[in-house]
């Protein structure tokens, strides 16, 4: 495999490019560290995941790239074969409600600030990657995403997140979590309503991001605004380090060449 290599500017026009799509990942983040409460065996843990994979498929179909759920769910690294166990539609619409109750006493100290850290590292990495190394270029018709680079995707994006020390991002949504609460935010019934969403609709995510996107003026504008600030205080270093931990993770990687891309505007 030979090196993939990122020149300055390319990677200077990424970095700009990802704030494009920083409230639906943030938003998505502070909602990954909630689904874990969810009083059910497995449930929690497979609702995370789910969440995780919706936030891949908009990003991709933000970026021109398309990424089915199978996919999805290959790149975060989730069980499929629990996934196609659980009785979503019933199970899933069970677990928002119970979700809902707890949330409404839950306490500060339960939420879950590594699940929101790591997921935040996801979708950046995954943004990344869409805007610095997947064939094609925004608007343009790109291939889709395929099980052998989702599968390098999710080596390569661990391996960048461990080298970005997710503890740090933890505490950084401990902190905007803390702020938003402090300033009289109803950060749980908003929290509750997004994953709710996103969980009833999973199948559907077209339909589940239109409901989504309403939700994210008001609270989320201002939790982004907060996440800014705090990526802000540790500096333009701490996201461009994301990124080069990627491009070499990426380059260590023995992912074939990439498929012609499909759709309008592809070549005959």
């Known amino acids: 495999m030979s090196e993939v290599r990122v020149d300055a500017a390319k990677q200077e026009a990424a970095l700009a490019a990802l704030g494009e799509s920083r409230r639906l990942v943030t938003a998505l983040s502070l909602g990954s560290g909630v689904v874990g409460l969810i009083p059910l065996p497995l449930v929690g843990e497979l609702a995370t995941d789910l969440l995780r994979a919706f936030l891949v498929q908009r990003l991709g179909a933000r970026r021109g790239v398309e990424v089915s759920r199978r996919i999805a769910l290959t790149l975060i690294g989730a069980d499929r074969a629990s996934l196609s166990r659980l009785a979503l539609g019933a199970s899933l619409a069970l677990a928002a409600r119970m979700l809902w ?25 995954f943004d990344y990657y869409l805007l610095a190394h997947h064939p094609g270029a925004t608007g343009e018709a790109r291939p889709a995403l395929d099980e052998v680079r989702a599968a390098a995707l999710q080596r390569a994006i661990g391996a960048a997140a461990a080298q970005a020390r997710p503890e740090v991002m933890a505490a950084l949504f401990r902190r905007v979590t803390g702020d938003l609460l402090r300033a009289g935010a109803a950060l749980p019934r908003t929290l509750a309503s997004l994953v709710a969403k996103v969980l009833r609709r999973g199948d559907a995510p077209e ?4 409901v989504v996107e309403q939700d994210l003026d008001g ?18 270093s701490s996201l ?24 309008p505007g592809a070549p005959p």
Do not use: I, K, Y
Request: charged residues 25%; hydrophobic residues 50%.
């Open 207 to 210: 339909e589940a991001e239109h």
């Open 101 to 125: 109750r707890r949330l409404t006493r839950v306490l500060f100290v339960l939420l879950r600030f590594d699940d929101m850290g790591r997921t935040f590292l996801l979708g950046v990495s």
């Open 240 to 263: 461009l380090a994301l990124c080069q931990a990627f491009d070499r993770a990426w380059s260590a990687e023995p992912h074939p060449a990439a498929p012609a891309p499909d759709g």
């Open 219 to 236: 609270l989320f504008a201002r939790a982004t605004r907060l996440v800014e600030m705090e990526l802000r205080a540790l500096g333009h």
